[in-house]
C-alpha cells in the first residue's frame, strides 16, 4: 500500500455562510458531518487527511483553495449538497470538476459509480470550471453534490445512510489513486498497450525531464516519466480513448507546452 497518499477534505460552507437551507437544516451542516466521516473512512483505507475546517467557521473559497495548494494532498474533496430553485425538483449526487479530462474527471467517475451502488442516483460528472476551488486548486479537485437539501427523500436517505455515502466517497478516491498508480508503473515499464498519452517533452538530462514533470504535478496534471534508449520522456494521461487525450492535448498547448499524441 502506498503510505503517501493524501486528501484534503473541504466541508462547504461554514459560519455566518450556512449554504442551502430548507426548513431549518443547513447545508454546513451536513457537509461537515459528511466530512468527519469521509475522512475516517479514508484513514481506514490507509490515506492521509486534512481539512479546511473542523468546526462551523468561514473561509472564503480562495482560502480554501490555497489550504489545499499548501497541504501538499494529492487531491482536493470539497462537500456540498444541492438545491433547486423549487424546492423538491431534484434529486442525487453530481460531482463538479474544472474539466472532465484527465484526473479529475476520473475522479468523479469514480466516486459517482460507488455513490450509484449505495442507492445514490449519479446525475453524472459535470463541468464546473467557474469555482474557485476547482479552478484555483493546483491539485485534481472535485466537488460532490450529496443529494438535494430541499428534497426530503434525499435527506432521509442522506441521514440513514451517512456511513456508506463516506465509504463509498472513500471508495471511489481510494479506486482512483489505484489505477493512476497502475498506469505510471505500467507507462514506466513500456506496459500500457493501446493508451493515448500526451507527450511533453524529450530530454537527455534526468534533471531537466524531472524539472518538467513537477511542473506538470503541480499544476494538477496526471504526469508521468518514461525511460528508453537513454532519453527521458515526459507524459501526461494514458486515455484509452483519443478524443480524451485531444482535450489534454489542448489543456496543455494552451499553457504553452509543446505536445504530441503517442500511442503505445
Known amino acids: 500500500m502506498n503510505e503517501n497518499r493524501k486528501v484534503i477534505i473541504d466541508a462547504g460552507h461554514g459560519g455566518p455562510e450556512p449554504g442551502a437551507v430548507y426548513n431549518g437544516r443547513k447545508e454546513k451542516n451536513d457537509t461537515l458531518r ?10 481506514r483505507r490507509g490515506i492521509q ?24 494532498a494529492d487531491f482536493f474533496v470539497s462537500i456540498h449538497r444541492n438545491a433547486m430553485p423549487v424546492p423538491g425538483t431534484g434529486s442525487g449526487i453530481e460531482n463538479l470538476v474544472f474539466s472532465s479530462s484527465g484526473t479529475a474527471g476520473l475522479l468523479g467517475k469514480n466516486i459517482g459509480r460507488q455513490l450509484a451502488a449505495v442507492g445514490w442516483t449519479d446525475l453524472g460528472v459535470k463541468e464546473r470550471p467557474g ?18 437539501l430541499d428534497n426530503e427523500k434525499d435527506n432521509a436517505f442522506f441521514d440513514a445512510n451517512l456511513a456508506a455515502t463516506a465509504d463509498a466517497i472513500a471508495d471511489g478516491i481510494l479506486e482512483t489513486f489505484e489505477e493512476l498508480e497502475a498506469r505510471e508503473d505500467q507507462a514506466a515499464s513500456g506496459e500500457v498497450p493501446g493508451f493515448y498519452m500526451v ?36 507524459r501526461a494521461g494514458a486515455f484509452r480513448e483519443m478524443d480524451n487525450a485531444v482535450q489534454m492535448e489542448r ?3 494552451r499553457l504553452g507546452y509543446g505536445t504530441l499524441i503517442t500511442r503505445s
Open 49 to 72: 487527511v486534512s481539512y479546511t475546517r473542523v468546526e462551523d467557521v468561514y473561509d472564503t473559497p480562495y482560502e480554501k483553495a490555497a489550504m489545499g495548494n499548501q497541504s501538499g
Open 34 to 43: 459528511l466530512a468527519f466521516d469521509l475522512g475516517s473512512a479514508l484513514e
Open 199 to 234: 507527450q511533453t517533452g524529450v530530454f537527455r538530462l534526468r534533471s531537466n525531464a524531472e524539472a518538467q514533470l513537477q511542473e506538470l504535478k503541480d499544476q494538477g496534471f496526471p504526469a508521468f516519466m518514461t525511460v528508453k534508449d537513454g532519453l527521458f520522456y515526459v
Open 251 to 253: 489543456r496543455l498547448r
Open 131 to 148: 469555482l474557485v476551488v476547482l479552478r484555483r486548486t493546483k491539485m485534481p479537485a472535485v466537488l460532490v453534490e450529496a443529494g438535494f
